[in-house]
């Protein structure tokens, strides 16, 4: 089955970047999209972006549009989150999830990594 690997979480200081990577093995052929989320202390999970693992097709969260990238390397079964003009308010636990799209266009996890902290300081 599908095993998904965070990696480049970390402390920054707002206005900074930072460019998350998300490494999938297992099966990642068998999925339509990926996606990054994240959830922070006592808040809601947000879906920040999801890219389509063949057309290469993306969303974002408004909370995130021209700030955050999502994009992939078909070739190295990676996805990355270029973060940009980071904000105390994307301090949260970031997720890698791969899965597909319902027949409404929602996101439809079935993977999840074990996420990377990333943390904005002011």
């Known amino acids: 089955q599908v095993q998904l690997v965070e990696s480049g979480g970390g402390l920054v200081q707002a206005g900074g970047s930072l460019r998350l990577s998300c490494a999938a093995s297992g099966g990642t052929f068998s999925s339509h999209a990926m996606g990054w989320s994240r959830q922070a202390a006592g808040k809601e999970r947000e879906f920040v972006a999801t890219?389509?693992?063949?057309?290469?097709?993306?969303y974002y969260a408004d909370s995130v549009q021209g700030r955050f990238t999502i994009s992939k390397d078909n070739a190295k079964n990676t996805v990355y989150l270029q973060m940009n003009s980071l904000k105390r308010g994307d301090t949260a636990v970031y997720s890698c999830s791969a899965g597909g799209f319902t027949c409404y266009g929602a996101y439809m996890p079935t993977a999840w990594g074990q996420g990377t902290q990333v943390t904005v300081s002011s």
């Open positions: 890219i389509s693992w063949r057309g290469g097709s993306t």
